[in-house]
Structures are given as structure tokens and as C-alpha cells.
């Protein structure tokens, strides 16, 4: 069966973009799915089928100098025993060398997991340097995913949308809400996982495509109605509401003989997959706000010291008025800068 988990970081800030990230993972054959023919009474990634898959991820395990745990993103970044990015940063770098990927630096790993953003990263100035720290090799992460793994879950794939403020502006232009745009990232992103994993499963030992998947996100804004943007997303899919609910929103796809179930749930970060996910975005996230706040710094006026911003409107606000006169002198388009919502 293949589990596909997503959630964002940025969705409330003025400033910076809004990045969703997505993390699929194959689970052994003869895993049950969620019971799809009734409505769950607890949130969906109760199941303990599924559940204990990933127990091991929610447990500490050692790697360098940190401690490792998936855990909402949220109060990792908050942690005062360690640099929070550098603890966000080892959870990434073993993820990398989980999914095989070899190459130790930044872009190339941007290239292969945000395929659609690489020209919209380009274009803002204050978005081109992104720096991290070297990522880990296979050989030094393996005691740290022999123990992940150790339960029969595996990380195949990683996956990202970077939607920066002028690619969010012209989506609202174009009559989104943020929750709708939300949305729509979200499950493009699921689409385009579900059609690489399917595509790459043909040339697998198998030769057969999961026709057995399960997605898990967040809530989306406090929506709790998902059915017509699934049906735009998937025009040729078969779609049934199993459940609408406040805390818990389940969906059915069959698709090309495919059956997906997507569920919507308050909370969902406590799910590790879907954690994972979390740190993904908010590492992401925290990278290009490092980017944004060095390049207006490097340009600011002689003895002029702007303090960074993490883009959230009150302290966005405060950012705008300090950084003005930078913003006028170097002509800056408001529109590629703040969003609009």
C-alpha cells in the first residue's frame, strides 16, 4: 500500500512563501487500509493498522549531537537545547539519504523535489541564495532509518511546492481564496506523486502500479468541504463523501482502477507521516527566509540594521516600515514581495 501524507508551512505569513510538502511511503503488502464503507468516530490515522507502521518515528533515537524525533514542526523549531534548524535540518538530511538520493548539496536536491519552482525560486532576488549545511551520506544515516524503518515503513519520495508571493497574488487574482489555493496546491501535488509512484512502480520487480492508497493532510484553512476541488482535481474519478465532518473530512477516489482515500484531519500533524511532512516545509520555509532577510540586510542603507522577520503580518508590518526606503531605492514590485492575503 502506498501512504502519501502532506502539510505546509507559511500559510498565515505576509511575507515569504507558502511551501507544501509532501512524503509517500510504501508500506508492506497485506496492510489494511482504513475502513472506507463507514464514517471513522476518531481521527483517521487512529487505525491502528496503519498507525503502528510508524511508531518508530515518534520515538528518540540518537544521530550526532541531536535527538531525533518526528514531531509537529512547530515544536521543534521551538526547541532551546539545540539550534531548531539544525535539528530540522538532520531530520531532512536522513529523509535524503532514505529516499537514495546521494548528492549532498542544496540545489540539485531542490531540482529533484520541486521540479514545478525552480524558475519562480530564481526569479525574486531575495529567494536565489539558499544555503544549508552539507546533507548527510547513506552510510552515516542507515542506523537512523534501520531504525524508522524497523516496522515496515519506508520513505520513497519526497516532494515540494514552493509558491512564492507573487505566484500566491496571481492566484488570488485569479479568484482563489487562500484556502482554495490551499487546497489546490495541495492536491496537485498528491496528484503528481500519485502519477510518479504509479509510473515508476510499472518498471519495479512487481510490475504492478499501487492500485491500494491512502492520503493524509491537515486541515486546510478550518475547511471542512473538499468534494468539489477533488472532482477538479480528478474530472475523471470516481469521487464519494464517506464523511463531512468538524474534525474529520474522509473522501473516495477509484481512478483507472485505483481506489484513493483522502482524509482531512484537525490535527493531522500528529501523525508522523504527516510530520514529516511538516518538517520538511518549515525547513524549507526557514531557508528561504534566511535568503530574504540576508538580501535585505546586504542592502540596506549605510548603518542601517534591520532586524529579520519571520513574515507574519504584525511583525511583517513592522519589517515593511523599517526596510522602506531599501524596498524603494532597489524598485521593488509590492506584488512580488507581500501577498495580498
Not at 505569513?13 to 507544501?20: A, N, W
Not at 510508524?54 to 514542526?73: M, N, R, T, Y
Not at 526569479?123 to 534501520?146: E, G, K, Y
Not at 474529520?248 to 477516489?253: D, V
Amino acid at each position: 500500500m502506498l501512504l502519501i501524507a502532506v502539510d505546509e508551512a507559511g500559510y498565515g505569513p505576509k511575507l515569504g512563501p507558502l511551501v507544501v510538502a509532501a512524503t509517500a511511503w510504501q508500506l508492506p503488502d497485506g496492510t489494511i487500509a482504513p475502513d472506507r464503507s463507514r464514517a471513522s468516530t476518531d481521527a483517521g490515522h487512529s487505525d491502528a493498522g496503519i498507525a503502528a507502521h510508524f511508531a518508530p518515528l515518534s520515538e528518540p533515537v540518537l544521530w550526532g549531537e541531536h535527538k531525533l524525533i518526528v514531531d509537529d514542526s512547530k515544536k521543534l523549531f521551538q526547541s532551546r537545547r539545540h539550534d531548531p534548524l539544525a535539528v530540522l535540518h538532520a531530520v531532512v538530511s536522513v529523509c535524503k539519504a532514505w529516499c537514495g538520493d546521494s548528492e549532498l548539496k542544496l540545489k540539485p536536491w531542490l531540482k529533484k523535489i520541486a521540479t514545478a519552482d525552480g524558475a519562480a525560486l530564481r526569479h525574486p532576488a531575495w529567494l536565489r541564495n539558499l544555503r544549508s549545511q552539507p546533507f548527510t551520506s547513506r552510510i552515516d544515516a542507515q542506523h537512523v532509518i534501520d531504525h524508522w524503518q524497523k516496522n515496515g515503513a519506508c520513505l520513497v519520495q519526497v516532494a515540494t511546492r514552493i509558491v512564492t508571493a507573487e505566484k500566491f497574488n496571481r492566484l488570488i487574482d485569479r479568484g482563489f481564496n487562500k484556502s482554495d489555493l490551499l487546497s489546490d496546491t495541495s492536491l496537485r501535488l498528491i496528484a503528481d506523486v500519485i502519477d510518479q509512484q504509479r509510473g515508476e512502480s510499472v518498471g519495479s520487480l512487481t510490475g504492478e502500479p499501487p492500485s491500494n492508497i491512502v492520503v493524509y493532510c491537515d486541515r486546510h484553512g478550518g475547511r471542512q468541504f473538499y468534494g468539489a476541488v477533488l472532482q477538479h482535481i480528478w474530472p475523471d474519478a470516481s469521487l464519494r463523501i464517506v464523511q463531512e465532518s468538524r474534525r474529520e473530512s474522509i473522501y473516495q477516489l477509484v481512478l483507472d482502477h485505483c481506489t484513493i482515500q483522502i482524509r482531512f484531519t484537525v490535527k493531522g500533524d500528529s501523525f508522523p507521516p504527516v510530520a514529516m511532512s511538516s518538517i520538511h516545509a518549515k525547513y524549507l520555509r526557514e531557508l528561504c527566509m534566511n535568503a530574504f532577510n540576508g538580501y535585505f540586510q546586504k542592502h540596506a542603507s549605510n548603518g542601517q540594521i534591520l532586524r529579520p522577520t519571520a513574515g507574519y503580518p504584525v511583525d511583517a508590518e513592522r519589517f515593511l516600515g523599517d526596510a522602506a526606503e531599501t524596498i524603494q531605492r532597489l524598485q521593488i514590485d509590492p506584488s512580488r514581495l507581500i501577498r495580498s492575503r
